[in-house]
């Protein structure tokens, strides 16, 4: 017998491991679950033709306030519990205003088409509006702690708790038995092959940091969110908190807040993240892979060994155009924002300013600071690559460690210490980042100016091509998730980074300040949002009496 028969039986007698069996089964159980029948339950019903309405208003505002797509149902439950609770002052610690509140916000969400009309049962009402009045008697007991605070200081706090709220609220909705088996087996895989240095402070929090890492990567979890998990974490069975716990919990909400706050802003995170980044990639792959027939991919695992891994390449592939697709709506979308955010204002304010100033208007200059944010987003989403071959092959090698026991990883992850960098040395950096900064600036004002622009277009040009150079960042990075090579160096990447990367980080900035005052959000969220909102209920309550009139008729 020759070795490569030898070899094939080997890999015939690969062992599943006890998590991904699991895995499988649960994935099987979610595909082949039998829908209860809750034809008799009560559900909440909103009108087809207002929630047309309000779902329009939720694409208008949703291209005004540029956020992740999975995020926007968590953002919207905060904007609406904070309008109804913050902003309105709706609600008091008594069952019946939180009940009402818990109606109206589930009422919004599916007019808005975040939640499925003619699903969600009506006693989901009852469930929300316990969260709630949890959320709001410890945000009564913490302001009584904060008393001396600045106004500032505590609405700073009374809106984290409304995030938390918000946060525990999408939790509700999003559920899934399959994300939870796959945290689980991640969590246990990552602890026992990421080692600490013995004399790091950290070790105590590594397994909380793994833990907040996989949400964070996995799950995608924003700070809100993040928030709320540790707080949980904090504060074990808080959906069964009494009311005297709440109040311990209010009594130490400032050391609570700054723990939390710690954790999140951890010196471990980036060096976790990279791990988990890639174990991410590899658990997606599997989970599609098995989605697609988890009977038959169990049974061949046993069968056909290269079977798994023709079809690990072939979700690989469907995945890689998938996400150039996003691309396109990423950058699609950051086009429709910056246009309709900033364009917009550079195109009111360049004529007359240039005019107060007394300085040359240029149609050229005006036309390209215009149409400059869509061509270089078009160009930068043109020119992206797909992940190699070697990407692929990556990513099979680190799918079979996860699900073969014998294919498990034998080296753990290290984690070295970071040496600490004297003052002359951050100081030195600190003058050679200046450099490429000024000298960032210097040439493409210098090239501006060579064509004609005058200080104002300049500046505009400026604004946008910072802020274009975050934004393009940003939508590569969420293309680049299913990359698990680092990128090679060259001389020419240094160089670019060299001169981009301030760039880059000014328009980060400039995207930070502009977002906490983003006129066109102020306007749909304190002007327009809460008269619509009457309005589209008057017409759910006129297309209901009209109703019920044609049935007396009839």
Avoid at 60 to 67: F, G, M
Avoid at 185 to 197: A, F, K, W
Avoid at 454 to 461: A, E, L, T
Wanted: net charge positive; proline share 3%.
């Amino acid at each position: 017998m020759d070795n490569s028969t030898l070899s094939k039986k080997a890999d015939n007698l690969l062992t599943v491991s006890s998590n991904i069996k699991k895995i499988f089964q649960i994935i099987y159980q979610e595909q082949n679950k039998e829908k209860d029948d809750e034809d008799e339950i009560p559900k909440i019903i909103v009108s087809e033709l207002v929630s047309k309405m309000a779902f329009y208003y939720e694409k208008i505002r949703n291209s005004v306030d540029y956020e992740e797509e999975h995020l926007l149902r968590k953002n919207a439950i905060k904007r609406i519990l904070k309008r109804q609770i913050v902003i309105e002052g709706a609600v008091t610690i008594k069952k019946t205003d939180n009940y009402n509140v818990a109606k109206h916000l589930l009422v919004e969400l599916i007019r808005a088409a975040y939640l499925p009309n003619n699903s969600i049962p009506e006693n989901r009402i009852d469930e929300i509006s316990r969260i709630l009045e949890r959320y709001l008697k410890l945000k009564e007991y913490s302001l009584r702690k904060l008393a001396k605070y600045e106004i500032k200081e505590r609405n700073n706090f009374s809106n984290w708790i409304v995030a938390l709220m918000a946060s525990d609220i999408e939790e509700k909705f999003s559920n899934n038995p399959v994300n939870s088996a796959v945290i689980a087996d991640m969590h246990e895989i990552l602890v026992n092959n990421i080692n600490l240095p013995d004399d790091s402070k950290y070790k105590k929090d590594k397994e909380i940091q793994i833990y907040i890492g996989i949400y964070r990567n996995f799950l995608k979890f924003d700070k809100d969110m993040l928030n709320f998990l540790l707080f949980k974490y904090y504060n074990i069975n808080w959906d069964k908190f009494s009311d005297d716990e709440i109040k311990k919990v209010a009594d130490n909400i400032l050391f609570l807040r700054a723990r939390i706050e710690k954790q999140i802003n951890h010196p471990l995170t980036f060096q976790i993240d990279k791990i988990i980044s890639r174990y991410t990639v590899f658990f997606k792959i599997l989970i599609d892979v098995i989605a697609e027939n988890p009977v038959k991919v169990y049974e061949e695992l046993k069968k056909n060994p290269n079977f798994f891994e023709r079809k690990i390449k072939n979700v690989c592939n469907k995945k890689y155009s998938i996400s150039r697709k996003k691309l396109w709506r990423a950058a699609i979308r950051s086009i429709i924002y910056i246009f309709i955010t900033k364009s917009v204002i550079a195109f009111i304010l360049e004529i007359p300013v240039s005019k107060f100033f007394k300085q040359e208007i240029s149609l050229y200059s005006l036309i390209i600071n215009i149409s400059f944010p869509a061509v270089l987003l078009f160009l930068i989403v043109l020119f992206f690559r797909l992940p190699s071959d070697n990407n692929t092959n990556k990513i099979i090698q680190g799918v079979e460690e996860i699900v073969f026991e014998e294919k498990k990883r034998k080296k753990p992850f290290y984690f070295l210490k970071h040496a600490k960098r004297s003052r002359l040395l951050n100081s030195i950096f600190g003058i050679i980042y200046f450099i490429s900064f000024f000298l960032s600036f210097s040439i493409v004002v210098w090239g501006l100016n060579k064509i004609g622009f005058n200080w104002i277009s300049i500046i505009i040009f400026l604004f946008f091509f910072t802020l274009v150079s975050f934004f393009s960042v940003r939508i590569r990075k969420n293309a680049k998730e299913l990359v698990v090579i680092p990128a090679k160096e060259n001389i020419l990447s240094f160089i670019a980074e060299f001169f981009y990367i301030p760039i880059i980080s000014t328009g980060k900035w400039l995207s930070n300040k502009f977002s906490q005052i983003n006129v066109f959000v102020f306007i749909l969220d304190f002007i327009i949002e809460a008269p619509f909102k009457v309005f589209v209920s008057i017409t759910e309550e006129w297309t209901k009496y009209v109703k019920e009139r044609k049935d007396e008729i009839i």
